[in-house]
């Protein structure tokens, strides 16, 4: 079994940056596309942004210009380098990786446990 390990988060303070890790738990041969997503207390979880291999990303217009989205193919691993953070950021932080080649099997989807982030004012 392969899983998502998420890191980096925690308490920041209004205009503070926090970076997100997430690994996979063993080695895997490719993974198409990795991204964070996050749900706030009483709202829906919501893309934050995303990575392709190719290092195609994307945001959400609510963090457009303030984090950043990276993949490291040879580690597995996509980062979100959160800056300027604000109180709405706020929520526990998904990572997602899409189609995982692994050892004797693939993975449609692949979702981390969630790693909290509380940004005061």
Not at 1 to 24: D, K, R, Y
Not at 106 to 120: A, D, H, M
């Amino acid at each position: 079994q392969v899983h998502l390990v998420e890191s980096g988060g925690g308490l920041a303070q209004s205009g503070g940056s926090l970076n997100l890790s997430c690994t996979t738990s063993r080695s895997v041969f490719s993974i198409d596309s990795m991204s964070w997503h996050r749900q706030a207390p009483g709202e829906q979880r919501a893309l934050v942004a995303s990575v392709t291999k190719g290092g195609v990303a994307q945001y959400a217009d609510s963090v457009l210009g303030r984090f950043t989205i990276s993949m490291d193919n040879a580690k597995d691993t996509v980062y979100l380098q959160m800056n300027n953070l604000e109180p709405e950021d706020t929520a526990v932080y998904y990572c997602n990786a899409h189609k995982v080649v692994a050892v004797l099997r693939e993975y449609s989807e692949l979702w981390g446990r969630g790693t909290p982030v509380t940004v005061s004012s």
